[in-house]
């Protein structure tokens, strides 16, 4: 799997470009964080794509909220990828600039 070990962070993980983004980072072996303002979508999301996907509720415009994900999702690296501390690529699904 290419990218085993790695940590995808997808904001509007929860629909669209975002979860069809989220489900082939999963595929090649990535483990997947998505970002999204609707808890309800996010659930949905989650459960589609396995249980090991975390799902973050917040909102783009807010630097709280992605602090928080950056956050959560640094926490994701180091227990599921010990030793491994390098950031990678993001990718934004949305227009909106951060």
Do not use: Y
């Not at 595929?27 to 949905?44: E, H, P």
């Not at 090991?52 to 992605?66: F, I, M, P, S």
Request: charged share 30%; with cysteine; aromatic share 4%.
């Amino acid at each position: 799997m290419k990218l085993q070990d790695k940590v995808a962070v997808i904001t509007g993980g929860n629909s669209g470009i975002g979860l069809a983004s989220a489900r082939e980072f999963r595929a090649n072996g990535a483990k997947v964080v998505i970002f999204g303002r609707s808890r309800q979508t996010l659930d949905q999301a989650a459960a589609s794509l396995g249980s090991d996907v975390l799902a973050v509720q917040g909102d783009v415009r807010n630097l709280g909220d992605l602090e928080r994900l950056f956050k959560q999702a640094a926490e994701i690296r180091k227990d599921r990828c010990p030793g491994r501390q390098r950031r990678h690529r993001e990718i934004r699904s949305c227009g909106r600039p951060v």
